[in-house]
C-alpha cells in the first residue's frame, strides 16, 4: 500500500515531525505521553509512530511500569563500523586535568 524505501523524515507529515522531536527532546515516553507533551490526538501519535517505525526511526519497546503500554524511544544512529554504537570521546578526569 504504502511505499516506505527511501523516506526520509523530511518526506514525513508534520505530526509525525512532531513526535519525532518531542521524543528526541523529552526521551523514550509512552504513546500517553507522547500524547500530552504534542497535544495531538491519540490516533494522529499512533499513526505516526506507525510512520517513524516505518523508516526505522522509531523503536517500540516493553514499558516496565505497566505491561499494557509500550515504551517509544529514538533508534540508535549507526555508526560507520555498522554494529550501532557510536564511539564516544573519552571524558577528563576533573581530578586528573592538567
Not at 50 to 57: A, Q
Not at 59 to 77: G, K, N, T
Request: net charge negative; glycine share 6%; aromatic share 6%.
Amino acid at each position: 500500500m504504502e511505499e516506505t524505501d527511501g523516506e526520509e523524515i523530511e518526506d514525513l507529515p508534520p505530526s509525525a515531525k512532531l513526535v519525532f522531536k518531542v521524543l528526541e527532546y523529552d526521551g523514550p515516553l509512552t504513546q500517553k505521553q507522547i500524547v500530552q507533551e504534542s497535544m495531538l490526538s491519540a490516533r494522529t501519535v499512533r499513526y505516526a509512530l506507525e510512520r517513524l517505525e516505518g523508516i526505522g526511526i522509531v523503536d517500540e519497546d516493553i514499558y516496565f511500569a505497566d505491561a499494557r503500554q509500550s515504551l517509544y524511544r529514538l533508534e540508535e544512529p549507526v555508526a560507520a563500523d555498522g554494529n550501532g554504537v557510536e564511539e564516544a570521546a573519552p571524558e577528563k578526569d576533573a581530578c586528573c586535568a592538567e
